[in-house]
């Protein structure tokens, strides 16, 4: 990318708050400040995604432009019922542009506007909310009709073009909201238009007496096939007659019961017969809707269902010059989809300046962006960034609990300003969840303006727009009409003044965040890069006369101004001082340009996990600068110019620190600047630290979205935390750089909160209700423990290697062992032996391990041990075991009869090619069985009632209901689990997950009828789940959770009878009172003795129950509690395909 070189007036931003912690919380009543600001340059905002300012607006629900296309389609502003909650309200592109031409967005310091799907929406209505009150159209862009063209309620080509334009002249980027994985529902009105489906009643139809919205369904045939094949046909999954039906993974389901595109299908199938009939209607008079560049693409083009939907969205690109896309229910397309829609746009942005060269914004230079809604990502780095995303919808920010600014902004900064192809979108009010309360925006906004990485602004939390109408739908009235009349004017100022300072400095979503000082609260933000430089301070809780530290930022005798009221002062003495506006924010920028050399270091400082780095050295406004890497005085350094490389982390050990001191001089005075870079262990993971709370039981860590991808645990496996110095646990997730965690104990607490999304951790971290970098409690245990010794081999095989070593000491405790074969850490143990497995025969291997405490102090490596592997077919008999159990990750802990045991928790298993089991292959010498039990590596433990299990030489499997069985399990046989039910509800739905994967769409999937009088049935393939965790409901509100805990059934068939009793076996009578059965809820297997395997009546003594005595049972969490996705669902309209019943369906607007 060509770097421009731009210089921007470096400024000192001093806000004050009239609190110290808050929930994003309230303050004492903010009045407006009348000044308004002065412009502090007259050059043009540096623009980066890292600080946009990204405003949000349904289109249709902000300003009416043109209120003759209001009715397009036929659709009314009002229901028949008088109601406007879900229909179109006028808003267009001529009221943004509009709007846009008044300044208000610049005015607001917007830089980048994301708009709702433009494209066209189906024509009718579905029914609205949970009780089908109101009639529900597609004005919110989710329930796409076709890709191609316009929908006439947004405007014609042109309006779009002007619009695109008119921001792009303003320096703002224009962001689509795009949807890959579903189109809309069906509607009477597109049945009766284009020809497919079976109704008995027209488009106009209205409930009548005693009907809903959702009455519609009765008058809908689904189970004509043929009627239906004209719809989208194979291209999606439904639930009608003829279509494949949705899946139960995030990848088929279908979200909110919409047609779920087959985005998997790599073929071509043919062109969807809906379009074929729609485009063979529309002439010539529908050019002005049609979006040229997708004009060719409105054929047969022999591709996949997939590859008409990139095309169709980059055509849109390509037409008018779009800079990005908002992602919709990202999770539910494949990655590699996502990855072919940002090549493509990216592609036709390219070719979109290349055409238009004196188009505004022809000139920019920044790549395509995309940001994705994936429901409950947090701060964290997913797999999502390696397949097109430049960003992520943050969710965790809306509700966070921010028990200090410092805080939120330190780990904000922290995790997205030191990571170049990482950042996040925050917000405090969204179409999906709620809006923040009216009462508090002021200081809400102040919050959301000035946090670290990107930000989005929902339209009228500017203005404290009310929440609307919302019937039987609590989402709907997030999307009211913009407040035009009822603008609180104290708001929007000073949304306007800070969103105004945001978008003039970089530094300010981009720059490093350091802490000033504590009374006021100050902090400074600085941006050194590709030769921009800028800089921020931002104090909190000014009251009249202020004094506020700038001496980190500004030398003495700069002439600063506040940029929020319009004073100006001198800095003397290291400081700046303002009288502070009524809202408490001093916004200083310094008067004119610096004349002192610029210095920069890419990277910028921070972790490295190479051998050596690379950094190059940059300088400007000097011919040349010196450096040291030491840590002295630069200026007696090393020269460099520009562009000079210098390589680091050769005589670095982990965890070693490097200070790069820069120094410059030219006629005006002299620069520093100063980077630090750290040395990782690429093995050595990722520490948590907790400070328990007095009335928690031990703590435990629930971990996901890893980053690299590790086995996680299921809720009720999360690994213990050790206890360390005084309150403080620790744990060490292996070989990752990126997770989110929550930290929960066995007596149901956990923090963050029931269907809170967890910390997201991209470095160690300390938490004690809030995070830090490094022990608060001071320098805690900062001394390693001594190196293992006595480092040797046990016993030796073809295939294994038995290692063990002489205990370590250190002065807490050690907390664990790493085994490294060569540089490659292979495992992690508490105990002082270990093997290694599936080791090839005759092949020489060196060894080493390290010992660790609590505190992540990692000790200095053993001396090394090499060893040999026997030839080929020298090694002892052999045992195979296929387990398949209710543990994510299995450890077998075992020993050949007689012989010594494995260090617990034993060897983790190995997948296996029989889906849903593990395996592990274990060589016993000279012994005739395997003794062994099993484990999820955290505690829990299936001992057979501490009995253990025996396995005799040869091939075994353990299957899930405890038995044992010789040979290798049947992999046609599959993970599926049947359910048959009797309950009180005549149309019974079952809402599942394979226990740890992901929830089906709310209310689940419609249970069939049973060859069994009485009773409902569902067949479900868990995949590689050992249970399937499920609740019950009957499709409208009412549910059957267990109490909150859910039910969970191991793979085979099960009866849930009357009052809850569950017994294994289907049915043979309608059920009765009589009915026992065990619970489902119980972790499988934990008190059954008997075994079906040639073994002697007599087993032998069992391990002492010491080493496997199982842990207390933690319970699972409350129903939905791992599930944040299910409660966005919006109670909405009746699903497409399901049979016509009284009972209620959802609809997910945006997931």
Known sequence: MHKRVRKITALFVAVMFFATSFFIHPLPSAQADSATPTDISDKKPTFSWDNANVYFVLTDRFKDGDPSNNNSYGRPSRDATGKNIGTFHGGDLKGLTQKLNEGYFTDLGVNAIWITAPYEQIHGFVGGGNGGDFAHYGYHGYYALDFTMMDRNMGTVEDMREFVDTAHAQGIRVVLDVVMNHPGYNTLKDMEEYGFGSKTVGANWTPGNGQTWHSVHDYINYNDASAWSKWWNTWVRAGIAGYEPGGSNDLTQLVGNLPDFRTNVTNNIG??????????????????????????????????????????????VEEFGIDGFRADTAKHVELNRWQQLKNEASAALDRWRQNNPDKPGAEWTEVFWMTGEVWGHGVGKSEYFNYGFDSVINFSFQGANINSPEG?????????NNDPNFNVLSYISSHDTSLYDRGRLIQAGTALLLLPGGVQIFYGDETARPFGETGSDPQQGTRSAMNWDNINPNVLSHWQKVGQFRNNHIAVGAGRHAKIADSPYTFSRTYAKDGIEDKVVVAMNASGSTTVNVSPVFPDGTLVRDAYTGNEAVVSGGTATFTAGANGLILIEQIGESPLPLLFADPAGGNFKTDTLTVKLQVRKADSGKYTLDGNDPQQGIAFTDGTEVTIGENMEFNDKLTLRMHAVNEDGVSTQQYIFTKKDPNAGLSVHFKKPADWGTPHLYFYE?????????????????????????YTIDGVDNATVIFRDDKGRQNPGQNQPGFPLTADGWYDGRWHDSNP???????????????????????????????????????????FRGTEKIGSTEATVYTDTALSPETAYVYSVKSRDAAGNVSASSDPLEVTTEPAGTGGNQVTVY?????????????????????????RMESSEVAGYSKLTVDIGTAQRLEACFSNGSGQWDSNNQRNYFFGVGTWTYSANGKINEGAPNPSAGNQVTVYYKEGFSTPYMHYRPEGGEWTAVPGVRMESSEVAGYSKLTVDIGTAQRLEACFSNGSGQWDSNNGKNYFFEIGTWTFSSYGNIREGAPTVPASAEETAGSAGLEPNQNQTGLESPLPDTLPDPEPASEIEPAPVVPEPPAFEAVPETLSILRDAKSVGLPHSGDSRVSRLSA
């Open 271 to 316: 062109l969807a017969p809906l379009l074929q009939t729609k485009w063979a209607k529309e002439t010539t008079a529908y050019e002005r809707w049609i979006v040229p560049a997708a004009a060719p693409l409105r054929k047969d083009l022999g591709v996949a269902p997939a590859d008409y939907l990139v095309k169709w969205l980059a055509a849109w």
């Open 408 to 416: 939120v902004y330190s780990d904000y900064a922290a995790k997205l």
């Open 706 to 730: 890893t980053s690299p991808k590790v086995a996680e645990p299921t809720w009720a496996e999360a690994p213990v935390m050790t206890r360390g110095t005084g309150d403080w646990y620790s």
């Open 777 to 819: 409690d001071g320098q805690g245990d900062t001394e390693a423990p001594t190196a293992p010794t006595g480092l040797r081999a046990t016993a030796v095989t073809d295939r294994t290697v038995s290692l063990a070593w002489t205990a370590a000491t250190d002065n807490v405790g050690v907390a664990a062992y790493d085994i």
């Open 883 to 907: 387990y398949k159990h209710g543990f994510s990750t299995p450890y077998m802990h075992y020993r050949p009869e007689g012989g010594e045991w494995t260090a617990v928790p034993g060897v």
